[in-house]
């Protein structure tokens, strides 16, 4: 039986991924009592001692695990932090972006999990790059909103505390606005850009999910495809897969309202092509829960690949 043994379970991601794994009889799980988390014996101990250790610590603290183990080690390591998402000695952690990507993963010591606002970025871009629809130096603007526990537990301290005289104010707030976001290098490598995209993250008071949009020109593309043409190229890309999936196209302009919210609790992404048909332009969404395949779903995802275990659909 495997241990699995998560660092920093006490925080958001970490809990997140410990109540789905609570019911789990095909795993042990190696746990560090809250008291103890700054005990580093304890947790270089624990992190020997596990089969994969899965990081859900600041980036400081996610390579500090990294050197506890050193080159002996045989621990395999899912590291949830932004600190080695760009990293070639890695594996990224998005089972669906290409083909062979689950057999990396399984086969890996170091795997990468994306950033929730990255998932649904290069779960769109990518597959329009791959298919040569989107030029590597098309300018790209990605605009999200997410709920606000992806601000960690001291945001969801301030939103939710209703004695503060200001409750925070504003029931929704930009953010990253020297447009320097810790996602942008990720998304711009792991999507196969060669430039630069502009990146706008914004946060609502609703506790959980995302959406994260990709507008296009048709006509700036190769090829000047139609919607229908993207949304072809976006469901062939995904085709057959559990997790991911494109949304019908017609079930998709029948939409009035998209809800952000509406995969809150699953471990799932839809994408949705939005247009008329013959205009100029096409607005790609992704909607997925920033705790699910945005972040403690996606490492769950990767523990079982690593393990060889099957997903049930």
């Known amino acids: ?134 030029p590597a130096d098309y300018p790209v603007s990605i605009n999200a909103v997410s709920g606000y526990t992806g601000g960690g537990k001291q945001l969801i301290a301030q939103m939710e505390d209703e004695s503060r005289p200001d409750y925070l104010g504003a029931p929704h707030f930009l953010y990253g606005l020297t447009l320097a976001h810790k996602h942008v290098p990720e998304m711009k490598i792991r999507s196969g850009l060669q430039r630069t995209p502009l990146f706008s993250p914004s946060v609502g008071r609703f506790a959980q999910g995302m959406a994260v949009q990709v507008p296009l020109h048709l006509a700036d593309l190769d090829g000047s495809p139609s919607l229908r043409s993207v949304h072809e190229a976006l469901a062939e890309h995904y085709r057959g897969q559990n997790i991911v999936a494109v949304v019908d196209l017609d079930e998709s302009m029948a939409i009035q309202r998209l809800d952000p919210t509406s995969l809150n609790g699953k471990d799932t992404m839809n994408i949705y092509v939005f247009g008329s048909e013959g205009g100029e332009h096409v607005n790609v969404v992704a909607v997925l829960d920033n705790l699910g395949k945005g972040a403690s779903g996606a490492a769950v995802q990767n523990m079982d690949l690593m393990l060889g275990i099957t997903p049930v659909d």
């Open 1 to 134: 039986m495997a241990k699995i043994f998560i660092d920093g379970e006490h925080g958001t991601t970490g809990l997140q991924i410990r109540s789905r794994l609570a019911e789990r009889t095909d795993i042990e799980i190696i746990s560090i009592p809250e008291e103890e988390r700054r005990n580093t014996a304890l947790r270089e101990e624990f992190l020997r001692e596990a089969d994969i250790a899965i990081l859900c610590l600041p980036d400081d603290g996610a390579k500090e695990a990294v050197s506890m183990l050193g080159v002996s080690s045989t621990t395999r390591i899912i590291d949830t932090s932004t600190a080695h998402r760009v990293d070639p000695d890695w594996v990224y952690g998005f089972a669906e972006s290409d083909p062979e990507r689950p057999e990396q993963i399984a086969s890996a010591r170091f795997v990468s999990n994306p950033g929730c606002y990255s998932t649904g970025a290069i779960g769109i871009l990518k597959p329009l790059v791959d298919a040569a629809l989107l």
